[in-house]
């Protein structure tokens, strides 16, 4: 199962719903539901749709970037974590 804020980082780095979603499998209009509701909860359009490509609003390009550092340096955290135990 995928988050909303992961399925809004891939629809951003495929440049469409419809990218993400065969990407992914599953149907764009699940990820539009989900990016729909972070939206609503951050009180922010994140994405300009059209039907040929979607992009990111200054504001959703801000999160991007900065949501895609933690998810980053989470996925660091629990590589070194894992990996200190293994040992």
Do not use: C
Request: proline residues 2%; hydrophobic residues 40%.
């Amino acid at each position: 199962m995928h988050d909303a804020k992961s399925l809004f980082i891939r629809v951003v780095e495929a440049g469409s719903l419809k990218n993400a979603a065969a990407q992914l499998g599953i149907e764009p209009s699940s990820i539009s539901r989900k990016v729909a509701a972070l939206e609503k909860r951050l009180g922010v359009k994140l994405l300009n749709r059209s039907t040929v490509r979607t992009t990111p609003t200054e504001q959703g390009q801000t999160y991007f970037e900065r949501l895609k550092d933690i998810l980053d340096a989470q996925q660091a955290l629990d590589e070194e974590i894992s990996n200190s135990i293994k040992k």
